[in-house]
Nanobody, 117 residues
């Protein structure tokens, strides 16, 4: 088994920036895709951004141009740089990873991001 450990959430004013990190607990797991999803109260979980092992990226429409995802394959870590934050970005952000051999999905425990107006 592997755990995904998130860090970097918090409270920020609108227009500010935050950086989220997510590290897999084991280096011997390889992930075909790593990324971030978010869930606001009363809403469904949605894709924020994802990056493949080949560095192809995919972003949710609402964050394009403001958020940047990157990964360090050697460290099994994925990062999310969030700029120009808006109150509507307020949500619990979950790290996600899909293992390359079994395609099993793993989720982090979630980290709260709150953007005040």
């Amino acid at each position: 088994q592997v755990q995904l450990v998130e860090s970097g959430g918090g409270l920020v004013q609108a227009g500010g920036s935050l950086r989220l990190s997510c590290a897999a607990s084991r280096r011997d797991f390889s992930f075909v895709e790593m990324g971030w999803y978010r869930q606001a109260p009363g809403k469904q979980r949605e894709l924020v951004a994802a990056v493949t092992s080949g560095d192809s990226t995919n972003y949710g429409d609402s964050v394009k141009g403001r958020f940047t995802i990157s990964r360090d394959n050697a460290k099994n870590t994925v990062y999310l740089e969030m700029n120009s934050l808006k109150p509507e970005d307020t949500a619990v952000y979950y790290c996600h990873a899909r293992e390359i051999r079994t395609h099993m999905n793993y989720w982090g425990q979630g980290t709260q991001v709150t953007v005040s107006s």
